[in-house]
């Protein structure tokens, strides 16, 4: 028998996620004996043993190790000489502290819980509170550090002794499963009729009968309450637009599996592992044929499976679908309360199957697009949050204050940042609440007291006059960030690159350092500064804000300074009026307005119920075309003139070509105006590596092209990998800009 001794070092994020329970129990399993401590930088063993078995454990680590986990690297030592360990010790540690603040996203129900859940001889049979180890809610019902269940919602609910056991059994899978919990110690569930009074019978049941019956049901789940009912009859989910006074966006489907999904989308591998992941995103499918335009307008329909116990036993065989989106009224937060449900969905539910779990912590579900095998975010939430990105160094503890539209926020600790969930739009007073109730709890979880706040250039941002207030108030340095310059560092730090690249940052707007508005950019930068080497030629936004809306007007604009005939478009005469005497039309070279002038242009969409609607209705029209519009770019910096292309793409259309070919050919034209921008850019900074940002990278047609087309011509392509490619991935850059600045300034000071 031989004995060996190993020191084994674990590096990635592998707190916070049940990691020292499995290690504990594998240890057991094996018959070793050491100890555990947590670093900086992930956990250090030291085990005693069988080589044998010594060896095993280091190779199985990686596949066995929970699905939260994130393992870098094993670094493994090997001596003779043993220590006598005689059990399995946890040692203290400086770090200690952090490592035990990490806290677990909320996670699907599991496989194994699923099987119980199923199972009639289970004593969980049927109750729709199940989890363990590996599943189950857990920011979204976490009050205060450190997590236990004291500090949780489930804190109402005592352990019974069954579930008590199991939750001190080490060989147990609910061994210190926080929120275990059965039908005789757990929450219960309940349905309500449409003035909340309490029907008495089997709650799923009835939920699932008044969904049959065509009802609208508000279902609280995880992270806040949906608004669900059936999916193939276009009248009801034309009457909950109605009710909901939502027109025009998108719903989500939630699917009973996969191969419902697959009924009405095209499913990828890639697609399939996401989406029935134990994140279970909402994941932006295209539409095998045109068609359920009663819930998206465009190509793609955002899927998601049934991620709660609860989901699981509504659906039942009853549902292949059902039409499942936030309870909230037009762009307030997601309701997550029950009484406020209650009392604010009067008229536009008709029932209500709800619990009393708390939902201490709203959090939207998280959307994405299945990009080269991984999740490419328009909302990072639900799943993900509050898992940390890892940054290379040690960070000065920051708060980014994010944007104003699509709000985030991002707080640094150590090596870690962590960027809070999906918020919404500030301009809301509900939303803004939320935020900086949200920025207090971050605070308060990770125990972060920030150095120095960072935000927007945008003086009229409600994040930047929160910063500004704050900064003043707390006597600490405020650093503001020009908008295209954080999103290029926000896919800078999300592909941990700190040399400087050409960005290509494209959006509808942001404020430039000039006083105007900016969105087409071409930047060369890093953490530390920027130039702005191309744009395209400005556009005049007749009526300023209103021609985000109104996207005729930008039709108008982009005639008439391509010197066309404009006798076409809506009010001529009134357009006319305010561009001659320069009346409230700012300038812009924001991506957006070109595609939403465009897209006008081309009779897609002339007038548009929700931002960025007209770029995405000009995707989804484009068909097959190869071709592309003459480029022309000049100047210092190098600016895009749209003019010949506008000029091309009226005269085609004059000759009856299709939009749907002019629609392609316009975003071809953008493809190879990018490519010539960035070897132009290339050509005078050496620099070789492109990073694409901003929100008209939400655009498919576009992220299936311009990649491979940079790479072609000999780039590395960036993109968004772990936060979103749009204003919501904000944060994440300006709190990296801004450290830059702070650790510049207090190396030079001290
Ligand atoms: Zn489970
Ligand atoms: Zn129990
Ligand atoms: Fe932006």
């Not at 493994?76 to 010790?89: E, L």
């Not at 099987?115 to 729709?128: C, N």
Request: charged share 30%; aromatic share 8%.
């Amino acid at each position: 028998m031989s004995l060996n001794r190993a020191w084994i070092h674990i590096r990635g994020i592998v707190q916070g996620v049940g990691f020292r329970p499995f290690i504990h129990r594998q240890v057991r399993e094996r018959d070793l004996r050491g100890t555990i401590k947590n670093t900086s930088s992930g956990v250090e063993l030291e085990l005693e043993g069988e080589r044998d078995a010594l060896e095993r454990f280091v190779a199985e680590l990686p596949e066995k190790a929970p699905k939260l986990a994130v393992i870098e690297e094993v670094e493994v030592r090997w001596f003779d000489d043993c220590k006598g360990f005689t059990g399995f010790q946890i040692l203290g540690s400086k770090t200690e502290a952090l490592r035990d603040t990490l806290i677990s996203p909320d996670i699907a129900v599991c496989d194994d819980c699923l099987r119980e859940l199923l199972d009639p001889a289970d004593r969980r049979y049927r109750y729709p509170f199940i989890n363990c180890t590996n599943c189950g809610p857990r920011f979204t019902i976490i009050r205060d550090v450190p997590y236990d269940r004291a500090k949780t919602s489930m804190s109402a609910f005592p352990m019974c002794p069954d579930c008590d056991r199991e939750y001190h059994d080490i060989e147990n899978r609910r061994y210190h499963a926080q929120p275990d919990c059965c039908a005789n110690c757990g929450p219960e569930v309940f349905f309500l009729d449409a003035d909340g009074k309490r029907i008495p019978g089997d709650a799923i049941e009835l939920a699932r009968k008044a969904l049959k019956a065509g009802k609208i049901i508000a279902v609280k789940g995880l992270g806040g309450i949906h608004l669900a009912c059936r999916c193939d009859d276009p009248e009801i989910a034309k009457m909950l637009r109605r009710r909901k006074q939502r027109d025009e966006k998108p719903f989500a489907v939630m699917c009973r599996d996969v191969s419902c999904a697959e009924k009405i989308c095209r499913v990828s591998e890639e697609e399939r592992a996401i989406l029935d992941g134990f994140r279970k995103p909402i994941v932006l499918l295209e539409k095998r044929e045109a068609g359920l335009r009663h819930v998206s307008e465009n190509g793609y329909v955002g899927v998601m499976l049934p991620y709660t116990p609860l989901h699981v036993l509504l659906f039942g065989d009853d549902f292949d679908m059902l039409v499942m989106t936030s309870a909230n009224l037009s762009d307030t937060p997601m309701m997550t309360d029950n009484d406020e449900a209650v009392k604010n969905l009067r008229g536009i539910a008709d029932g209500f199957l709800l619990h009393n779990r708390r939902i201490q912590t709203r959090c939207d579900d998280s959307l994405c697009w299945a990009l080269d095998g991984r999740e490419y975010f328009a909302r990072r939430s639900r799943g993900y949050v509050p898992f940390p990105i890892r940054a290379e160094r040690a960070l000065e503890p920051i708060l980014a204050c994010g944007a104003e539209q699509k709000a985030s926020f991002c707080l640094s600790r150590e090596n870690y940042v962590f960027p809070s969930q999906h918020i919404g739009d500030l301009k809301n007073m509900e939303t803004f609440e939320a935020y900086t109730g949200q920025i207090a709890h971050f605070e308060r979880l990770f125990d972060i007291r920030p150095k120095a706040l960072a935000c927007d250039l945008h003086p009229d941002y409600l994040s930047t006059e929160y910063a500004a207030e704050r900064a003043e108030r707390e006597e600490i340095p405020l650093i503001r960030v020009q908008h295209h310059h954080a999103h290029l560092a926000s896919c800078m730090a999300d592909n941990l690159v700190s040399e400087k690249v050409i960005g290509l940052i494209w959006d509808g707007t942001g404020l430039g350092t000039d006083g105007t508005s900016w969105g087409a950019e071409c930047l060369i930068g890093d953490f530390k500064g920027f130039e702005r080497f191309g744009s395209i030629r400005p556009i005049p936004l007749i009526g300023g804000d209103l021609a985000t809306k109104e996207t005729e007007r930008v039709a108008f604009a982009l005639l008439r300074e391509a010197g066309l005939d404009t006798s076409n478009v809506g009010n001529v005469a009134i357009y006319e009026t305010m561009l001659r005497a320069g009346l409230n039309c700012p300038l812009s070279s924001g991506m957006g307005r070109l595609f939403d002038g465009v897209s006008a242009l081309l009779g897609i969409k002339t007038k548009c119920s929700y931002e960025g609607q007209g770029a995405i209705l000009l995707e989804a029209a484009a068909t097959e075309d190869d071709g592309v519009f003459p480029i022309v770019s000049e100047g210092a910096p190098l600016r895009f003139d749209w003019r010949e292309m506008i000029r091309a793409i009226v005269t085609a259309r004059e000759a009856g070509e299709a939009a749907g070919r002019l629609a392609a050919r316009f975003m071809n034209t953008l493809v190879e105006m990018a490519v010539q921008m960035c070897k132009a850019a290339r050509e005078q900074s050496g620099i070789k590596t492109v990073a694409l940002s901003g929100g008209s990278f939400q655009n498919m047609y576009l992220m299936a092209r311009l990649p491979r087309r940079l790479e072609n011509e000999g780039f590395r392509v960036l993109r968004h990998r772990r936060v979103s490619t749009n204003d919501e991935g904000l944060s994440l850059g300006q709190l990296m800009i801004a450290e830059a600045a702070l650790h510049g300034s207090l190396n030079a000071g001290g």
